[in-house]
């Protein structure tokens, strides 16, 4: 295990009965002794970014949803985005993969989007995930998630709802193992 695992996958599992996380895929964004935050990439709303940024972005054309990220902050919205020149300070999450750390960080994102830059690849959250000081070493040690390093190929691709089948196979592979999924969201 990763000292940190930040900028890595997490998988849930058979045995992790919440069900905001029935197949969900997390990207750690951060994970340390204050505790570990991430964003589920594979549940998209059936909100709009145009719906959600209508009070303050005209975003004419733009279809991409509003993912829900996690049950945490849901009132809450983040962008991880590919424009490096905007997070002057930041670190790449992943090569050429940013969190919008700051506010004025994703309205820059999103200015630019409603402007037309066609280079922008991004993708919104409502809500995080999020877990207290040493919560998820437990439920790692319980095999409530799979885990492999993220990539940024993964991160946004267009269709997010066979990503939990395609990394679950990646950390089989890796670990010689692949659990069986449950169609029960209880039992995940």
């Avoid at 935050?37 to 054309?61: C, R, W, Y």
């Amino acid at each position: 295990m990763p000292k940190s695992l930040r900028a890595h996958f997490l998988m849930a599992v058979k045995g992790l009965r919440d069900p905001h996380f029935f197949k969900s895929v997390v990207l750690m964004v951060e994970d340390g002794e204050n505790g570990s935050m991430g964003l589920i990439l594979n549940q998209p709303s059936k909100t709009s970014v145009q719906e959600a940024l209508t009070d303050h972005f005209d975003l004419p054309g733009i279809k991409d949803l509003v993912y829900t990220g996690g049950p945490v902050e849901p009132s809450a919205l983040f962008i991880l985005h590919n424009a490096g020149d905007v997070e002057f300070n930041e670190q790449p999450l992943l090569p050429g993969l940013y969190v919008g750390s700051t506010a004025n960080a994703f309205q820059d994102v999103v200015q630019r989007i409603a402007d037309g830059d066609k280079d922008i690849k991004f993708r919104i959250f409502r809500g995080c995930a999020g877990w207290a000081p040493y919560q998820l070493q437990g439920e790692l040690a319980r095999g409530d998630w799979l885990t492999v390093p993220a990539t940024a190929e993964h991160v946004l691709q267009d269709d997010p709802y066979d990503l939990w089948e395609q990394l679950v196979e990646i950390a089989g592979r890796q670990s010689g193992v692949v659990p069986a999924s449950n169609g029960n969201p209880e039992l995940n």
